[in-house]
């Protein structure tokens, strides 16, 4: 195993890491298998959220991520994003007593969650617990609402 370090971008598909009795790890994925001394993982920008660039979101209400959905309920709740954390967030929220959550996204579709959450979603949106509006973004962040552009109109939706 000497090998020159070289880069493996799973994109979210690894099926499982596993160690090895000689110390290696084995990495299994739907593209193959892999045998590494050492394995970084990679999970994005967390620790750097992507701000909004909007009016009110400095607004104590506004956070850039979701430690615990239990500790939120009986209120409307927007989550802006359309990757796996946002949608993820909006089904843990949307699971909670009481809440209504509409999730935005500015493009028209879903085209990089995992699977899982692709087949879990339909199970939200059908129970009106969770509302996707596609096509839209925040442009302003009020105490008790947002403002989103949904497709070239400006809609306000009430926000806790």
């Known amino acids: 195993m000497n090998e020159k370090p070289r880069l493996i971008d799973f994109d979210g ?36 959220p992507r701000k909004l660039g909007v009016p009110g979101e400095s607004l104590a209400k506004v956070m850039y991520g979701l430690i615990e959905a239990e500790a939120y309920t009986n209120a409307n709740i927007l989550v802006v994003g359309g ?27 879903f085209s990089r969650i995992k699977e899982r959450n692709t087949q879990k979603l339909p199970e939200y949106t059908k129970g009106g617990r969770l509302q996707v509006i596609f096509n839209s973004q925040p442009v302003e962040i009020a105490e008790k609402s947002v403002r989103l552009d949904v497709a070239g109109t400006v809609r306000e939706i009430r926000n806790d």
């Open 83 to 109: 990757g796996d954390s946002a949608v993820e967030a909006a089904m843990g929220l949307a699971h909670q007593n009481g809440n209504r959550v509409t999730l935005s996204y500015r493009k028209d579709a």
């Open 13 to 48: 598909i690894s099926q499982g890491i596993g160690n090895e009795a000689d110390g290696t790890f084995t990495i299994e994925s739907a593209t193959g298998r892999y045998r590494a001394w050492t394995v970084i993982l990679a999970l994005g920008r967390r620790g750097t």
